[in-house]
Nanobody, 124 residues
Framework: QVQLEESGGGLVQAGGSLRLSCVYS?????????MGWFRQAPGQEREFVAA????????YYKDSVRGRFTVSKDNAKNTVFLQIHNLEPEDTAVYYC????????????????WGQGTQVTVSS
C-alpha cells in the first residue's frame, strides 16, 4: 500500500518561506514515481502547482508560482519537497503531494496516490 505523508505547513506572514515535505512509503521503489504538488483553498477545486519526474531531473510549475516555488526529490530519503518563497495570502490552502506514473500531469486524475495534506496559512 502506497502511503504519502506531508508535513511542514503552518502559519506564516506574507513574504515568508516554508518548505513542505512529503515522505513516501511503498513496496515499489520511490524513484520510479513521478510526483506532483497540488493545493486546495476553501471552496475551490484542487489545483496543480508543481511536478517532478521520477528521476528528479525534470520539473514543471504552474505559471503563477514559477520563480517562488521549487520542487525537489530525494530518492535516497523517499522524500519530495516543495520550497515556497515570498508567500502571499493567496497561497493559503491545504497542500497535497501525489504520486503517479507519468511526469507533468496537471490534473488530479493523473495521479494514483495522495497524502492527507498539510495546511499553509499566510497572513497579510
Amino acid at each position: 500500500q502506497v502511503q504519502l505523508e506531508e508535513s511542514g505547513g503552518g502559519l506564516v506572514q506574507a513574504g515568508g518561506s516554508l518548505r513542505l515535505s512529503c515522505v513516501y512509503s511503498t513496496p515499489r521503489t520511490f524513484r520510479t514515481y513521478a510526483m506532483g504538488w497540488f493545493r486546495q483553498a476553501p471552496g475551490q477545486e484542487r489545483e496543480f502547482v508543481a511536478a517532478i519526474s521520477a528521476s528528479g531531473v525534470n520539473k514543471y510549475y504552474k505559471d503563477s508560482v514559477r520563480g517562488r516555488f521549487t520542487v525537489s526529490k530525494d530518492n535516497a530519503k523517499n522524500t519530495v519537497f516543495l520550497q515556497i518563497h515570498n508567500l502571499e495570502p493567496e497561497d493559503t490552502a491545504v497542500y497535497y503531494c501525489a504520486a503517479g506514473d507519468v511526469f507533468g500531469r496537471t490534473s488530479p486524475e493523473g495521479y494514483d496516490y495522495w497524502g492527507q495534506g498539510t495546511q499553509v496559512t499566510v497572513s497579510s
